[in-house]
């Protein structure tokens, strides 16, 4: 029987993007069934995948780590955590070979019964020759089908995969996401990009509830929430609480714009900040472990620090990392927000902020390679959308565009530079406006730089001034309203 695997195993399996798996469909590459791939096109489409892997051997070593040595008492006499991943992978190998002797088995058996109906359908021949025939004809085919393609290294792999990493699918949406070791629910996802209806994040406040439609789930934490017998009963869990044991279908509630996000008002600790330069603050705050912020990527929030009045600031960080939230803040001299920033007297000071605000978000139903445009500090909510694109997996190619004003410099660039190193779909190209160049002269560089506009998603972050000039230049060159997401600079403090 033809063997069928989801789109996120397979990515993971070959090692490519989702995207670039999905960019094979649509163009007729790889054959879906009901949203899932054969193995052996799979195979076809990447041959030089081996089991050999050795990122998914690392990342077992983590793994096991991580998760098996937590589930399994300390008392017990249990093999390291090495030593498991290699009987995992001798077990998977066998496992493959098994399998592919029984389906060549069963492929002889239906090949030998027509052969039967044919020899018994030929009046013609006498028993003798009948036999002669057919045993050449078994000899022959025989061969032939231990000859053909050899695909148990891919099912090894797939089969070990499949022991490290549960699958769960979400239902309405369809969203998939792999799960490892002991994590929960809700951290997988997260993790994933996936806005998962959720508040506490441990146990007490039930926002996490979903029914388990298929599988088997374990609980991975004690909860003080009160499932009633009912809800049990039809498969109600709490997402935070509950990892896959098996693959999971699952009942869950998600954010898919803005409005499905409430406000919510933290009490945050700053935890750090840096200068990269002598014109960015870059402001970390850390959320207590039970109020986390729940945020789109690309969302700003309004920041208040004592009675000072309250300055409104986009999020740096990916909404995967709830707890830890950065800003990026011009450092615009006189302002009492970023003054009172700088003082070291109140380098532990609580601030309170309220949000989250703003449709800068990502299209995540487009298909289209992202391209963002950060004018200087833009380049927060940019990176806060670009590490969710990140986490998402799903964009076959991103295009990033820094612009530095006069009086500006780049900062982070060597966060840019790490994604350039680690992504072989990303790219960043840097400018710097001045006087005689300014950012609206730089746009027929970047149009000039990029292929086929029909095929691309904008997004670009300036200063409000700019909003007009950038989306009538981008419409005017063939971006439609349906592809560009315009942001003004929400960091944009004056001295008072
Ligand atoms: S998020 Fe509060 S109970 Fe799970």
Redesign the pocket.
């Known amino acids: 029987m033809p063997r069928l695997i989801t789109l996120s195993r397979a990515a993971r399996l070959v090692g490519v993007k989702r995207g670039a798996l999905q960019s094979k469909i649509q163009q007729g590459e790889l054959r879906t069934f009901e949203g899932e791939l054969l193995l052996s096109d799979l195979l076809h489409a990447y041959p030089q995948t081996r089991i050999e892997d050795t990122t998914m051997l690392e990342r077992v070593e983590q793994i096991m780590e991580q998760a098996v040595n937590k589930v399994i008492r300390p008392d017990e006499d249990t093999p390291d955590s090495n030593t498991l991943a290699a009987r995992i992978l001798v077990l998977s190998q066998e496992l493959a070979q098994t399998r592919q002797k029984a389906r060549r088995h069963a492929e002889l058996i239906d090949m030998l019964k027509l052969k039967f109906e044919e020899l018994a359908a030929d009046a013609g021949q006498t028993r003798d020759t009948a036999f002669s025939t057919l045993q050449a004809w078994f000899n022959q085919t025989l061969a032939a089908v231990e000859a053909s393609d050899d695909d148990t290294e891919i099912i090894a792999k797939e089969a070990f995969l499949r022991v490290m990493a549960a699958q769960v699918r979400i239902l309405p949406s369809g969203h998939e996401f792999l799960i490892e070791g002991s994590d929960s629910i ?1 951290e997988a996802g997260l993790r994933s990009g996936l806005a998962l209806d ?11 509830k979903a029914k388990v439609v298929s599988g088997q789930v374990k609980l991975v934490a004690p ?1 003080d ?1 009160v499932l009633s017998e009912t809800e049990k009963g039809l498969g109600y869990i ?4 509950n990892t896959a044991v098996t693959d999971i279908v699952l009942e869950a509630e998600e954010a898919f714009d803005s409005h499905d996000i409430q406000r919510q008002k933290i009490e945050v600790r700053v935890k750090k900040m840096e200068r990269p330069n002598d014109q960015v603050l870059v402001l970390h705050a850390k959320t207590p472990r039970t109020n986390r912020l729940r945020f789109l990527a690309g969302q700003y929030l309004s920041l208040q620090l004592d009675d000072l009045p309250p300055q409104d600031c986009s999020i740096a960080s990916c909404p995967c990392d709830d707890m830890n939230l950065q800003f990026h803040i011009p450092v615009v001299a006189g302002n009492p927000f970023v003054e009172a920033l700088l003082d070291p007297e109140k380098s532990t000071a609580r601030l309170c902020i309220e949000g989250p605000q703003g449709d800068f978000t990502l299209n995540e139903d487009s298909p289209r390679s992202l391209v963002f445009i950060a004018v200087d500090t833009g380049f927060g909510p940019v990176k806060s959308l670009i590490e969710h694109a990140m986490a998402l997996d799903s964009a076959e190619n991103i295009y990033l565009y820094r612009i530095s004003t006069a009086g500006n410099s780049l900062y982070l660039g060597n966060l840019c530079r790490s994604w350039v190193d680690a992504l072989d779909n990303f790219r960043c190209t840097t400018f710097e406006a001045t006087a005689s160049d300014s950012v609206e002269s730089l746009l027929p560089r970047i149009m000039a730089d990029l292929d086929d506009v029909d095929e691309l998603d904008f997004y670009a972050c300036v200063p409000a001034e700019l909003l007009d000039p950038v989306e009538s230049y981008l419409t005017g060159h063939g971006v439609t309203a349906a592809q560009l997401r315009l942001e003004a600079l929400r960091q944009n403090m004056s001295a008072q």
């Open positions: 809700l959720y508040g506490c994040s441990n146990g007490n406040c039930g926002k996490c909860h929430f709490l997402a935070c609480c």
